[in-house]
């Protein structure tokens, strides 16, 4: 298949790349990659079999993604340039862009739903959260307090590696099931709805859920030296009007993986994509 890949954060670059040494027919635009030959957008579109945009898809419903170009790419170019029936795969598209592919018949694929994808990018995620937590926090991780609001892939990993460092960890969740693989795994754990009471005993908050889970009542529990780190898609889990308001220090950490480790995590995507690819043929 003659894919064609437009803009994306330097782990697309990175994906590019891997797709093309695997060897892939591959050409771009506005990513920042080594050995791809450039295309125009209507010419680039037209010849491939798939599209491949980056994460997010776009911001604004009307462009693509694309940091690292200086110009604009319109959503509506590839539309008009896509034969239907060409595949697109991009990372959370959004409401937006979903429905301009249905109406031009275009096959859209959101490969950062896919369970593999999700599992293996809690790896960079964890990895970068600690980076920020070391690099904020007057105190070693080693004995530190923590709290990791949510138990699901990114939650268990990071749990994990924090265990291995040493931090006295808790884990909030909602299931039966979560409070016993904590409690197997040595970890305490809270309730996540009824957080408000255990926080002020922490030094460091990674929030995982993507709901506003640390709101005002939350955050003005807290104790005056915490940190909290939001790891959560946008809009985030955090009221930050309310923290802003008690003086909380939160960082709100987006797009980890293409930060911190952009090889790695172009590399699982490429997998990914090859994946879906596979299938489809």
Same mark, same amino acid.
């Given at each position: 298949?003659k894919?064609?890949?437009?803009?994306g954060?330097?782990?697309?670059?990175?994906?590019?790349e891997?797709? =093309?040494?695997?060897?892939e027919?591959?050409?771009?635009?506005?990513?920042?990659?080594e050995?791809?030959p450039?295309?125009?957008?209507t010419?680039?579109?037209?010849?491939a079999?798939?599209?491949?945009?980056?994460?997010?898809?776009?911001?604004d419903?009307?462009?693509?993604?694309?940091?690292?170009?200086? %110009? =604009?790419?319109?959503?509506?170019?590839?539309?008009? +340039?896509?034969k239907?029936?060409?595949?697109?795969?991009?990372?959370?598209?959004?409401?937006?862009?979903?429905e301009?592919?249905?109406t031009? %018949?275009?096959?859209l694929?959101?490969?950062f739903?896919?369970?593999e994808?999700?599992l293996?990018?809690?790896?960079?995620?964890?990895?970068?959260?600690?980076?920020?937590?070391?690099?904020? =926090?007057p105190?070693?991780?080693w004995?530190a307090?923590?709290?990791?609001?949510?138990?699901?892939?990114?939650?268990?990993?990071?749990?994990?590696i924090?265990?291995?460092?040493?931090?006295?960890?808790? *884990?909030?969740?909602?299931?039966?099931?979560?409070?016993?693989?904590a409690r197997?795994?040595?970890?305490?754990? *809270?309730e996540?709805?009824?957080?408000?009471r255990a926080?002020?005993?922490f030094?460091?908050?990674?929030?995982?859920?993507?709901?506003r889970?640390?709101d005002?009542?939350v955050?003005?529990?807290?104790?005056?030296?915490?940190l909290?780190?939001?790891l959560?898609s =946008?809009?985030?889990? *955090?009221d930050?009007e309310?923290?802003? +308001?008690?003086?909380v220090?939160?960082?709100?950490?987006?797009?980890?993986?293409?930060?911190?480790a952009?090889?790695?995590?172009?590399?699982?995507?490429?997998?990914?994509?090859?994946g879906i690819?596979?299938?489809?043929?």
């Amino acid at each position: 298949m003659k894919l064609f890949v437009i803009g994306g954060d330097s782990r697309i670059g990175y994906m590019a790349e891997e797709l =093309l040494r695997r060897g892939e027919s591959v050409t771009g635009l506005g990513i920042s990659a080594e050995g791809i030959p450039v295309r125009l957008l209507t010419e680039g579109v037209q010849e491939a079999d798939a599209v491949i945009l980056g994460v997010p898809a776009t911001r604004d419903g009307e462009t693509v993604f694309a940091p690292s170009y200086s %110009g =604009l790419l319109p959503i509506d170019g590839i539309m008009e +340039a896509a034969k239907p029936g060409t595949v697109l795969l991009c990372g959370i598209p959004g409401a937006v862009l979903t429905e301009k592919c249905r109406t031009a %018949g275009l096959k859209l694929i959101d490969y950062f739903s896919r369970e593999e994808l999700s599992l293996l990018n809690a790896v960079p995620t964890a990895e970068g959260a600690l980076e920020i937590a070391m690099r904020e =926090l007057p105190i070693t991780l080693w004995k530190a307090r923590c709290l990791v609001v949510g138990f699901g892939r990114i939650g268990k990993y990071l749990a994990h590696i924090l265990a291995a460092l040493g931090a006295q960890v808790t *884990v909030s969740a909602r299931r039966a099931a979560d409070f016993a693989r904590a409690r197997m795994l040595g970890y305490e754990s *809270v309730e996540t709805g009824a957080i408000t009471r255990a926080v002020r005993n922490f030094d460091v908050i990674f929030n995982t859920v993507p709901e506003r889970v640390l709101d005002a009542s939350v955050l003005s529990a807290l104790s005056p030296d915490a940190l909290v780190i939001d790891l959560a898609s =946008l809009p985030g889990g *955090v009221d930050t009007e309310a923290a802003r +308001a008690f003086g909380v220090k939160t960082i709100h950490a987006l797009s980890l993986p293409g930060k911190v480790a952009p090889v790695t995590a172009g590399k699982i995507l490429c997998d990914t994509v090859q994946g879906i690819l596979s299938e489809r043929n």
